[in-house]
């Protein structure tokens, strides 16, 4: 069993930037896949971006398309902690922040992850 609880949501101005960071524990951080998915009001939730270790300190990462070149994901191993840099931030990337862990490598689906955090809410001001 792995529980997640994340932190660092806020308010934000458009341009500005927050760190979203996950802390886990339970079983072995680094056997699961690591990821961060968002959920605006009256829409479903998406993939924003995932981690897969392949080293003590070197891992695959995946983005989606609406964050590619603004968000960076990241993580410590040690403190088994996994982190979402967000930056340039824009009005339509408010959300609920969720982080999640799983099995499949770098998946990209709800689906793919057994485990949940509670969420932390993002929103940016225009």
């Known amino acids: 069993q792995v529980q997640l609880v994340e932190s660092g949501g806020g308010l934000v101005q458009a341009g500005g930037s927050l760190r979203l960071s996950c802390a886990a524990s339970g079983r072995t951080f680094s056997t699961y896949s690591m990821a961060w998915f968002r959920q605006a009001p009256g829409k479903a939730r998406e993939f924003v971006a995932a981690?897969?270790?392949?080293?003590?300190?070197?891992?695959?990462?995946d983005y989606a398309d609406s964050v590619k070149g603004r968000f960076t994901i990241s993580g410590n191993n040690v403190k088994n902690t996994v982190y979402l840099q967000m930056n340039s931030l824009k009005p339509e990337d408010t959300a609920v922040y969720y982080c999640?862990?799983?099995?499949?490598?770098?998946?990209?689906?709800?689906?793919?992850?057994?485990?949940w955090g509670q969420g932390t809410q993002v929103t940016v001001s225009s």
């Open positions: 981690l897969r270790w392949r080293g003590s300190s070197t891992y695959y990462a």
């Open positions: 999640a862990a799983g099995l499949i490598v770098l998946g990209v689906k709800e689906s793919d992850y057994d485990y």
